[in-house]
């Protein structure tokens, strides 16, 4: 039997769409803290402020991301959202002042959630129910793709053109990510089932219990467990993105530090077409336990890495497990609740995933300053062995037990 066709002109221009939200941060993460310190003569503390209050921003809307997309509908959320990060994008060329950079900073990390959110969500009314685990690996594969390209076009053009070609760049990536998502709606009715466009429609229940606000309207409970899950894989991931150039400059590995992230990249980006077609035919237990695994293992690689050689494959091994692991659990969790609550259980998802990377960045960093970055690899490879724990406890064990609600979260 011949499967429905997944790459329709909408899904993939909702794709890109995400590319370009996603290579735009990855762009600014790279020059931020060099923009605060070289242009506004900020001290680092300042320069992690201004990371730190756009991940806040996230956190905080991501709460409400949900609750927008059930009261107007997805379209509308994904048009708004895309909208203002193009807004705030071209921002950045009215800064004066490191408070200035503040605000935007906040307001950028505000509508970066929401966007993210929404986007991803519109997505899943652009894939065709037997194949959503293959449809949100190749998504995810974008956002992957810009975590690889973006910090390597920020420091180039950083330092071959200065910040003002950085922010013409973003500005112009947050147009096109705003072109391409309203354009793929145009087409998409003739490309959705019934029961998918429910989700571009504003839910019912929302508008009739709107005055009655509780935990509900903001969180998924069918997605908590599995997002625990990937609030314990963030707090490790954390710790690889904080600290790898200070601990490859503690190793004397600075000239090929900037080479780990694409060694990592490569390993998310190379397997993701078979990662998504095992996730569709066997249970995802069959790929998360051995990701686990894989990525622990290149945490402990990373902690012994003493040479260039060694990195690069720590960086390829570790790419290889968390590559396979995030789309896994966030299909569990997308497929965990009803169709028209989709959106604010992917909000779940990244809610708890921003809360693990966010603690998981101060508590580590603390532990590291007590005793090393070679120990908060080590540290990082125990909780992600941990999170295997949880995953069977509040999720496997579960669907061994009992028959699963849904059919597609199997």
Known sequence: MQQPKLWTASFVKISFSSFFVFLTFYILATAMSLYVTEELSGTDSQAGLAMAIFIIAAVILRLFAGPFMLQYGVKKVVFAALLFYFIFSISYFAIFSFTLLLVIRFLHGGSFAVATTSTNTAALTFIPEERKGEGISYFSLFMSMAMVIGPYIGLTIMHEWGFLAVFIVCAVCAMLSYILGVSAYRNSRSEQTHKEQTMDKPSAAAKTDKKKMSI???????????????????????????????????????????????????????????????????????????????????????????????????????????????????????????????????????????????????????????????????????????????????????????????????
């Open 216 to 410: 509900h309207h903001f969180i998924e409970k069918n997605a908590v467990p599995i997002s625990i899950s990937g609030f314990i894989i963030a707090l490790a991931y954390s710790g690889l993105i904080t600290f790898i150039s200070i601990y490859a400059k503690e190793r004397g590995l600075t000239d090929v530090a900037s080479y780990y992230f694409v060694f990592f990249g490569l390993m998310i980006i190379l397997p993701r077409p078979f990662i998504g077609k095992i996730m569709d035919k066997y249970n995802k237990s069959f790929i998360v336990y051995p990701s686990i695994v894989i990525f622990a293992i290149g945490m402990v690689l990373l902690s012994m890495a003493d040479t260039a050689a060694m990195l690069l494959v720590s960086g390829a091994v570790a790419g290889l497990g968390y590559g396979a692991i995030l789309p896994c659990l966030q299909t569990i969790a997308i497929m965990s609740a009803k169709p028209e609550r989709r959106g604010l259980a992917t909000a779940t998802f990244y809610l708890l995933f921003d809360l693990g990377y966010g603690i998981g960045s101060y508590t580590l960093g603390a532990i590291a300053a007590s005793f090393s970055y070679s120990m908060v690899y080590i540290i990082c490879a125990a909780i992600i062995m941990i999170s295997s724990i949880f995953y069977y406890i509040l999720y496997h064990k579960r669907e061994l037990n009992t028959a699963p609600k849904y059919k597609q979260a199997m």
